[in-house]
């Protein structure tokens, strides 16, 4: 019986020394890693580069804006002449202020004089026609009532007194048909009065002459003098500015929103103005949105069609933070600050930059202002390395 049983003792021996080695070995695997882990954990805190730290500063997001801009008349408008003649005399000159309807130029005009003479004539005839068939038919009407009586009597045939009703319809005929020639004579006359009003050149507002195109003696005609305007009319106060607001800045663009102007001409001196309406879309080709402004001009300093400088504040639709240009990681990833979180570990994070001030820089993306920036990160520097930060 002892000795089945020490047989059975010997067979297992071999499989508890296997158990026990792979339990040992089981054993090592898992601590040696995780010891050779916080020996070096505890070595690189032992030799944790010590950093400096700072906290990013919030700026305004209210920027002042400086751009080109284009002064233009408040309404400008070009006079022309309606009729065919030649100036008979022009009344006013460049730089000249002028009311609406104001008498600018008189014009000449013998070909349409004598279209209009003709044209009365030949309405004078045509009334003096509607006269004779007016007479006929009173005379074509009597005619047939008497046929018609005569006729009832049975002293003329009946043929005869229809004939006579028929003449006295078409003279009813003529006399409303030259009523209609009148009619349509004198609208003609009409139309040549009209005409002939446009002989005396007006301005349609108030305003100041900017240019100037005729003479004495100039031939024009409907729509041009000699490829030009009479008269160039335009109102310079105030003026309308117009600007080309970059893409960056349309966002923040307000209609009332002040704008200071400066001229070339008017060194140091600004003109104020403000903000009327947008285009509401961006320029497809330049990207940029159109904006006028207004701007008085009282004394006429300014003139239409000047370059302008104009300035103006502008709200960013994001924050901005500033902090050390030494702060700044460029390397193959991208543009990136380096953070220390609450455990003392160094982190990396992306970050948008914004205006260059020199020894700052604006970040206007990737950093909320709570963060704790490593001021001058070294080269060496790796992501989750412990760091020491003085207290």
């Known amino acids: 019986m002892s000795s089945p049983s020490r047989t059975a003792r010997r067979r297992r021996a071999p499989i508890l020394i296997a158990a026990l080695i792979a339990l040992t070995g089981l054993f090592l695997v898992g601590y040696l890693p995780r010891h050779r882990a916080d020996a070096a954990l505890a070595a690189s805190a032992r030799e944790a580069p010590h950093v400096g730290v700072i906290r990013p500063k919030a700026l305004s997001n209210v920027r002042t804006v400086s ?17 065919n003649g030649y100036v008979n005399r ?19 005009t013998p070909d349409l004089d004598q279209q209009l003479d003709q044209s009365r004539a030949t309405l004078g005839q045509m009334r003096a026609s509607l006269e004779q068939a007016e007479a006929n038919e009173r005379y074509a009407t009597l005619t047939a009532r008497r046929y018609q009586s005569l006729a009832e009597k049975r002293f003329v045939a009946q043929q005869d007194a229809d004939q006579t009703q028929a003449q006295a319809a078409v003279g009813v005929a003529n006399v409303h048909a030259a009523r209609a020639s009148i009619a349509a ?6 139309q040549l009065q009209e005409l002939k009003a446009f002989a005396r050149i007006t301005a349609p507002f108030a305003g100041t002459i900017t240019e100037r195109n005729l003479e004495r003696g100039t031939l024009v005609g409907p729509g041009s003098a000699a490829g030009k305007p009479l ?13 080309r607001v970059p893409q960056t800045y349309a966002a923040g663009i307000e209609v009332g929103a002040p704008v200071q102007v400066r001229a070339r001409q008017y060194p140091g001196r600004a003109f104020a103005g403000k903000i009327t309406r947008t285009a509401g879309a961006l320029e497809s080709t330049t990207r940029t949105l159109t904006v006028e402004a207004e701007v008085a001009n009282d004394k006429g300093e300014l003139f239409p069609g000047a370059y302008a400088e104009v300035t103006f504040p502008v709200p960013l639709a994001h924050g901005v933070m500033s902090i050390p240009v030494s702060a700044i990681v460029v390397d193959s990833q991208g543009v990136r600050v380096a953070t220390v979180d609450a455990n003392s570990r160094a982190h990396f994070v992306p970050v948008q930059i914004g205006r260059d001030q020199g020894q700052d820089v604006e970040i206007v993306d990737g950093l909320s202002g709570g963060e704790q920036v490593i001021a001058a990160p070294a080269g060496d520097l790796v992501e989750g390395m412990t760091v020491v930060v003085p207290g």
């Not at 284009?70 to 070009?78: F, H, I, K, N, R």
């Not at 022009?90 to 000449?108: E, F, H, K, S, Y």
Request: net charge negative.
């Open 67 to 83: 751009l080109p801009g284009s002064l233009q008349a408040l309404e400008a408008t070009a006079v022309y002449a309606r009729a």
């Open 90 to 108: 022009w009344l006013v000159d460049i730089g000249d202020r002028v009311t609406a309807g104001q008498l600018l130029a008189v014009i000449d």
């Open 185 to 190: 004579q004198e609208a003609n006359v009409h």
């Open 231 to 243: 008269y160039t009319i335009a109102i310079s106060n105030p003026l309308r500015l117009f600007i």
